[in-house]
């Protein structure tokens, strides 16, 4: 089911969420080459990201979208027929930190409208539905600082820093894990079920607390 919602900072503009398919493959990949040429200079090396990375990320949303795409979600944020957004999460990814949240990309001209926090919250509800239990993590480069700032504002906890690479082309950067012990934290009242709701949550009271520490 496609959730529908109007962002007030672009006049008309009209912003739909739904679950990926393969016919999306096509749509997310030039997003996700856009991003990665906007975000990753410094990280990436030029070489690559100057070249043929749409059809590099063709392959990959093409091999992902296929069906039955076991043990991962995919969400998409649409204005009328252009994909503007879209999440990526893989279930039971690590041991230890859980499921991976392994994309989360914006058009670069429609950031700050809330629709990043919702494909966030599409995403974790996604990863709640499949499993229910499962804590939350992702890796974000430290040169990415809007992206730092935006999962600290989320509630993400920093649990540790590395060197990571070699990226596809070659390059290596400092990235961040940030960390979530219940998915649910994530998920947005527009997406919020009673069965959604964080661990800790009284809900004849309103009252939160988290269970997990």
Known sequence: MAHTRHDRGVPGLVVQYRDATEQDASDIAVLHAES????YRGAYLDSYLDGDIVADRLEVWTNRLAPPRLHQYTVVAESGDEVIGFAHVVFDH?????????NL????????????????????????????REPIHLWVLDQNKAARS?????????????????????????????FWTDASMLVTEEDRGPQL?????????GTHRTGRS
């Open 36 to 39: 990665w040429r906007r975000h």
């Open 94 to 102: 690590d041991p230890t930190w859980g499921a991976l949240l392994d």
């Open 150 to 178: 935006f999962y600290d504002a989320r509630g993400g906890t920093l649990v540790e820093s590395e060197l990571r690479g070699p990226f596809p082309g070659g390059g290596r950067a400092m990235g961040h894990r940030y």
């Open 105 to 132: 990309h914006v058009r670069g001209n429609l950031k700050g409208l809330g629709i990043g926090t919702r494909l966030m919250s599409r995403a974790a509800s996604g990863l709640l539905q499949h499993r229910p």
């Open 197 to 205: 709701a964080p661990q800790g949550t009284d809900l004849t009271r």
